[in-house]
């Protein structure tokens, strides 16, 4: 018995939604589209009755979704859609063949040789690494590297990103990407193991040299207190330390730590309840960039900090005494070594020794008249 595939599509019809049936396709794969006028499946009168177009109708839940179902023909529906030589036919009109079908394949011919030659091409073209490490997102790795095995993870992300996939690829770009107070590192791995060595024993061997063991990159980094300049640099260089200390340290931490390392007037003006990322937690530092400014720099005397523009440092001190009676306004310093009271006691010296000496003269001048 004869069948063809229809293929049904729901489409919309203002606010209604129509079943269509928009080509028909034989079983030696020719695909025959239907007229618009003729494709709505109301027209086909002896289609709508075979129970497959029920099963159709419930599987099109929205609008141009497409069904394309195999339905052997009664003696009904072979004298609608073929005519007695097999030429597929509609309301009294021959349908017309798709003859685009057949391009695809002749295309997607086309489209991978010039993929395997372009494929070829770039294979035989050697990589300029040097222009891809400019393109590297990270920093040279230096000494200086508190997270050797984080900066190693990021490297190897990017030479998969660049397709820096080979061995001896990712170890030269290592060294394109080492400062130069790693060179005698990397030029003794370099006499041990060679450029043809495995890419994983390199690896592990700059992990074991520059991984930190110890307890000072974490102290240096929870330790970080903003001391002077901006507030925004501060913070973020803290942040930076901190992901450096450790990549998995959850937001609520981060900015606690963060916050807790800036002075304690501007600590005190955060709100911690409404911080829920690091960025809204700078644009909140930024406003008050004004408090840090030059007229209220913070100064250091004696290991301690006192602001400026405030009576701490004068807390606790008496006006000296000798200024004031001098009329040279109030003065917290000691006594002891006020200036002007060092004039005032060399005046006085001077004083008594002049009155002493005309004491002298007076009393030989006495004794030589009484002996006269």
């Known amino acids: 018995m004869d069948k063809l595939n229809f293929e049904f599509q729901l489409m919309g019809d203002g606010k209604s939604n129509v079943v269509h049936v928009i080509s028909i396709m034989t079983t030696d794969g020719r695909i025959y589209i239907l007229p618009q006028e003729l494709q709505i499946a109301s027209m086909h009168t002896e289609l709508i009755k075979c129970p497959a177009y029920s099963k159709v ?53 086309l489209e991978k040789l010039l993929e395997k030659i372009l494929i070829n091409t770039q294979g035989n073209k050697p990589q300029n690494l040097s222009y891809t490490a400019e393109r590297f997102v990270i920093d040279k ?42 060179n005698d590192w990397y030029n003794s791995m370099f006499i041990k193991y060679t450029m043809d060595s495995e890419w994983l024993i390199w690896k592990t061997k700059f992990c074991e040299t520059f991984a930190s063991k110890g307890w000072n990159p974490v102290a240096y980094a929870l330790k970080f207190k903003y001391q002077d300049g901006s507030l925004l640099d501060y913070a973020l260089k803290k942040e930076s330390l901190l992901l450096d200390m450790r990549r998995t340290i959850d937001k609520g931490t981060l900015i606690d730590l963060i916050v807790f390392g800036l002075p304690e007037y501007v600590m005190n003006k955060i709100d911690r309840e409404e911080l829920k990322d690091t960025v809204e937690l700078f644009n ?15 100064v250091r005397r004696k290991n301690n900090y006192y602001p400026k523009n405030n009576n701490y440092y004068n807390e606790g001190k008496q006006p000296c005494k000798t200024c004031e009676k001098s009329n040279k306004g109030i003065r917290y310093h000691s006594e002891a070594v006020c200036w002007f009271k060092s004039k005032e006691d060399e005046k006085t010296k001077r004083y008594n020794i002049k009155h002493v000496n005309n004491s002298v003269i007076e009393a030989k001048l006495n004794e030589s008249e009484e002996k006269n």
């Open 141 to 182: 790795f230096s000494s200086k590297h508190t997270n050797a095995n984080q900066w190693i993870e990021f490297f190897e992300k990017e030479c998969e990103r660049f397709e820096v996939t080979s061995d001896s690829k990712k170890i030269e770009m290592l060294r394109l990407l080492m400062d130069k107070s790693c």
């Open 284 to 298: 909140e530092i930024h406003k008050y960039e004004h408090m840090v400014n030059k007229k209220s720099y913070i």
């Open 57 to 109: 109708k419930n599987s099109l839940k929205k609008r141009h979704q497409t069904r394309k179902v195999w339905i052997t023909l009664s003696k009904e529906m072979k004298n609608v859609y073929m005519d007695e030589e097999g030429n597929l036919q509609f309301s009294d009109q021959y349908l017309e063949e798709n003859q685009s079908q057949f391009e695809p394949k002749e295309t997607q011919t």
